[in-house]
């Protein structure tokens, strides 16, 4: 069923279409990522169950020449610990406004198990003009703005022979990384709130309602919110990564999407600063007397690529936005909208020139 208003509402609340049976346009179909079922995945209840079943996984991988995103962070570095002459690709922003101490971590991990390690550098030129058009034609819909960035890094490993990629992207979710989403026991309003990305009515003309995604977990006046964040962020976050390496014809595996915790998550103990306490204990395994890194999120230059847009202008829009009200990931959000829009709508003025964005 096509319902244009509700897509681009459901874009900007949760970063994808949530709904599979609406789309933007005739002929076009988003498909959203099947996640395996709970009882398909494998409990660990400490470090060393979720230890073995990394390491049952990559014995499956014998075959494969492998890759892996490494970021400074644990995920990803417990991980290349598995991954001994292997390569490695870490993000670089060209311009240096990114952490150098992230950049070094990396280096330390990969030199500490001996991989090759590789920069992915990434500015708008190089990454998303190249590369977000075929992403959000093969979605069916605006992107997540590190799926170009994931793509790059994807065609990149290609040319060096990899065959399969490695990442660590649903250690966050399943282990309790998500600490500020966790950080309490939220009412119903408060959460709803914190979680929308981008307030539909604060940016659209006509729209409509997320509500009814919030009620579904809704216990009287609180939420739940755990079971809310393992239902829908990680179908979101699942499928940026999905469509990417899916668009550049390169394999990909997530060691830790096949677990599941044994016993509930202690969020006393998240709460106290302990988040993702069963990973932490496995990175002090794997990398004895070093700090355990805090969590950092992918690099993603969005504050920089927008610091002097001035909004979006397609008719959908509201005509009164400040762009200083919003962050850059919030302005990607808006630009990538309209950019896709115009991919399957454009709009002309009144002579009949069609407009055109870069």
């Not at 609406?22 to 230890?51: M, S, T």
């Not at 550098?121 to 190249?130: G, L, M, R, S």
Request: aromatic residues 14%; hydrophobic residues 35%.
């Amino acid at each position: 069923m096509v319902d244009k208003n509700y897509c681009i509402s459901s874009y900007l609340a949760f970063r994808y279409i949530e709904d599979d049976s609406k789309d933007f346009y005739p002929g076009l179909h988003h498909q959203n990522i099947v996640l395996p079922p709970e009882d398909q995945k494998r409990p660990v209840a400490a470090a060393d169950d979720i230890d073995r079943e990394i390491a049952k996984q990559f014995c499956a991988l014998k075959s494969e020449k492998l890759g892996i995103l490494l970021s400074g962070g644990m995920d990803s570095a417990i991980l290349a610990s598995y991954m001994r002459g292997c390569d490695a690709y870490t993000f670089r922003f060209l311009d240096g406004l990114y952490q150098e101490e992230e950049l070094q971590r990396a280096k330390y991990y990969a030199d500490y198990y001996g991989l090759n390690l590789h920069y992915v550098d990434i500015n708008w030129e190089k990454t998303v003009t190249p590369y977000l058009d075929r992403l959000m034609r093969a979605k069916a819909a605006p992107v997540h703005s590190i799926e170009p960035q994931i793509m790059q890094a994807a065609l990149q490993a290609k040319s060096d022979g990899v065959t399969r990629m490695v990442i660590g992207e649903s250690s966050d979710l399943l282990f309790g990384g998500m600490d500020q989403l966790l950080s309490q026991d939220w009412t119903f309003g408060d959460f709803m709130r914190r979680y929308i990305f981008t307030q539909p009515e604060k940016v659209l003309n006509q729209p409509v309602s997320m509500q009814y995604l919030f009620e579904r977990y809704q216990i009287g006046e609180k939420i739940d919110f755990c079971s809310f964040m393992d239902d829908v962020f990680s179908v979101e976050s699942s499928s940026s990564y999905l469509n990417a390496f899916q668009t550049a014809d390169l394999p990909y595996t997530d060691p830790y999407a096949c677990m599941r915790m044994a016993e509930l998550l202690d969020l006393k103990r998240v709460r106290s600063g302990e988040s993702k306490y069963l990973i932490r204990e496995l990175f002090k395994m794997k990398y004895p007397g070093i700090q355990v890194p805090e969590k950092v999120p992918m690099p993603r230059p969005t504050d920089y690529y927008f610091k002097t847009w001035r909004g979006p202008t397609r008719s959908e829009f509201r005509n009164d936005l400040n762009m200083a009200d919003f962050t850059g990931d919030q302005k990607w959000q808006m630009w990538c909208l309209e950019r896709f829009l115009d991919l399957y709508e454009p709009e002309t003025d009144d002579s009949g020139a069609v407009h055109t964005r870069s």
